[in-house]
C-alpha cells in the first residue's frame, strides 16, 4: 500500500503503520512519504476541506495519534446495539 500509484491508497498504508503496533517495522517506509508532494483533498472531521500533500498528512499522522478522529481518546466507543433487555424482578 505505501507504494501504491494512489496517494490516497498510500496514506491509508501510512496510517495503518503509524496507528497500530503490528507494523511497526515498515516505518522506515512510511518515512520514505515525508517527500512525496502528491495533492489529496482533506475533509478532517468533515468539516473544512483543504488540499494539502502526501507529505504533510503523514507529518500530522506522526505528530498526533488522533489524527484524522479515528482513536478518540476522551470518547466513548460507539455502541452499535442497545444493551440486552433485562426484565424487572
Do not use: Y
Request: hydrophobic letters at 45%.
Amino acid at each position: 500500500m505505501l507504494a501504491d500509484k494512489s496517494p490516497a491508497v498510500r496514506l491509508m498504508g501510512a496510517k495503518l503503520v503509524l496507528h497500530s503496533d503490528r507494523f511497526g517495522d515498515l516505518t522506515k517506509q512510511v518515512d520514505l512519504l515525508l517527500k512525496d508532494e502528491s495533492i489529496v483533498i482533506l475533509a478532517e472531521w468533515g468539516c473544512v476541506i483543504e488540499r494539502v500533500s502526501v507529505a504533510e498528512v503523514v507529518r500530522r499522522m506522526k505528530a498526533d495519534v488522533n489524527f484524522l478522529g479515528d482513536n478518540p481518546k476522551d470518547k466513548e466507543p460507539i455502541s452499535v446495539s442497545p444493551p440486552p433487555f433485562e426484565p424487572k424482578k
